[in-house]
C-alpha cells in the first residue's frame, strides 16, 4: 500500500496571472521550481481547498467526464453591450492606483463601476485602504445580490490595470489600456447584474470588484508586491467571520480576460478541481467547449489567497497563449463581442451547478 504517495506529477507550468515566468516560491511559501514546473498534484482532501502553504497545482481534468447540464443563454445583445461598457472603461485610460491615491482614470471607472450598481439598485460598499508599506491606496468594491440563503457564491475580477510606467527596463514603459486584462471582466460582471438580479436563487451572488491584483514590479515577484485587493478581502473576511458579522463564501468564480479575439479559458491548474469540473461541463452543455481548456495551466491570481483559506475557487483566465497580455496591444480591436457572451453564457449555466455542489448538497 503507498496510500500516502502521491501520484503522478503536474507537468503544467506555473504562471502568474502578470507576469509570464514561473516564480521561484509564492508569497505563501510554497516552494515552486524555478523552471517552471509545477508542484506535486495533492490527495482529494484538496476539493474544498487548501490550507496556508499547501497550494499546489493539479492536475488537468479529465475531460471526458460531463456533468449533465442545461445550457443557461446570456440575453440577446449582451456582448455587443458588454463590449461597450470595456469601450467606456478604456476610455479612463490608465487605472492603476499611485501614491498618494489614485489615478484619474482608476478613480473615474470606480465611481463608474459604483453608479451602475447603484443605479441597478445595488447598495456598494467600498473598501478603501492605505498598504503601510508601499504607502499606495486601494479600493475594493463590492455588491451583494440576495438569495434565498446566506451562503454566497462570489463573482469577481480586479479592476486595476497593469503599471506601465517608470520601470527600469524602457520596454516596460508603454501606453497600455488594458481592455481585455482589466476592463474586459469589469464590464461582463456589470452587464451581468440585469440577468443575476432577475433569477431567484437560493446562493447570494456577491459582486466583488478587486483592486491592487497587477504586481508592482514589472516581475511577479513571488505576489509580495501583487494581489492587495484580494488578500485584504479575505482578511477582512476573516475577521469578520470570527466576530460573527458574515457568514461562509461557499465558491468564488473569478474572472480576468474573458473578452479578447480568439478566447481561450485554459483549466487552471490552482483552481479546485471540482469547479473545474463543473466548468468544463458548463462549457460543452453551452456548446463553447472549443473556448475553454484546450490547454492547461496554472496562474497565480486574486483566487490564490481564497484558496490558502480553504475557500473553494476557480479563475477562468485567458493568459495561456495570449499574445496581447501586458503589451501595448491590449486595446479594444482585440476585444470580440463574441467572448464577453461566450463567457456569460457559461458563467450562468455553472452557477445553479455551484450551488448545488456546494450548498444544497454540502
Ligand atoms: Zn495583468
Redesign the pocket.
Known amino acids: 500500500m503507498r496510500t500516502s504517495v502521491v501520484v503522478g506529477i503536474a507537468i503544467a507550468a506555473v504562471l502568474a496571472?502578470?507576469f509570464g515566468a514561473a516564480a521561484s516560491q509564492n508569497s505563501w511559501g510554497t516552494p515552486q521550481d524555478g523552471t517552471g514546473t509545477a508542484g506535486t498534484p495533492q490527495n482529494g482532501t484538496q476539493e474544498s481547498g487548501q490550507s496556508p502553504g499547501q497550494l499546489r497545482s493539479h492536475p488537468a481534468i479529465d475531460r471526458r467526464v460531463k456533468l449533465p447540464m442545461t445550457a443557461i443563454r446570456a440575453p440577446k445583445g449582451f456582448g455587443e453591450r458588454a463590449f461597450a461598457r470595456a469601450e467606456k472603461i478604456v476610455g479612463f485610460g490608465p487605472r492603476y492606483s499611485a501614491k498618494p491615491a489614485g489615478m484619474p482614470g482608476w478613480t473615474q471607472q470606480l465611481r463608474y463601476i459604483e453608479t451602475e450598481l447603484q443605479a441597478a439598485g445595488l447598495k456598494v460598499i467600498r473598501d478603501t485602504w492605505t498598504d503601510r508599506k508601499e504607502l499606495i491606496t486601494f479600493t475594493n468594491l463590492r455588491a451583494t445580490i440576495p438569495g434565498k440563503r446566506d451562503d454566497r457564491i462570489l463573482l469577481a475580477c480586479h479592476h486595476d490595470t497593469?503599471c506601465t510606467i517608470e520601470h527600469p527596463d524602457q520596454r516596460h514603459n508603454f501606453d497600455f489600456v488594458?481592455a481585455n486584462?482589466?476592463a474586459s471582466a469589469v464590464a461582463l460582471l456589470l452587464e451581468l447584474v440585469p440577468t443575476l438580479l432577475a433569477t431567484k436563487r437560493e446562493a447570494t451572488i456577491e459582486l466583488v470588484f478587486f483592486d491592487g491584483?497587477?504586481s508592482l514590479d514589472w516581475n511577479w515577484n513571488e505576489a509580495a508586491r501583487a494581489l492587495f485587493g484580494s488578500k485584504r478581502y479575505v482578511k477582512r473576511h476573516r475577521e469578520a467571520q470570527v466576530l460573527g458579522e458574515e457568514g461562509r463564501i461557499s465558491a468564488l468564480i473569478l474572472l480576468d480576460m474573458v473578452g479578447g479575439k480568439n478566447l481561450h479559458i485554459q483549466d487552471e491548474l490552482y483552481s479546485t478541481t471540482r469547479l473545474r469540473q463543473i466548468l468544463w461541463s458548463a462549457a460543452v452543455a453551452s456548446g463553447h467547449d472549443k473556448h475553454f481548456f484546450q490547454r492547461a495551466e496554472g496562474a497565480a491570481d486574486d483566487h490564490v489567497p481564497f484558496m490558502e483559506v480553504g475557500i473553494p475557487a476557480v479563475d477562468l483566465i485567458d493568459l495561456n497563449g495570449n499574445v496581447t497580455?501586458?503589451t501595448p496591444a491590449d486595446t479594444l480591436e482585440n476585444l470580440d463581442p463574441r467572448s464577453f457572451e461566450i463567457t456569460a453564457d457559461v458563467v450562468l449555466t455553472m452557477l445553479p451547478e455551484v450551488e448545488k455542489a456546494y450548498i444544497l448538497e454540502r
Do not use: I, N, P, Y
Open positions: 496571472a502578470c497593469k488594458g486584462d482589466g491584483e497587477e497580455w501586458h
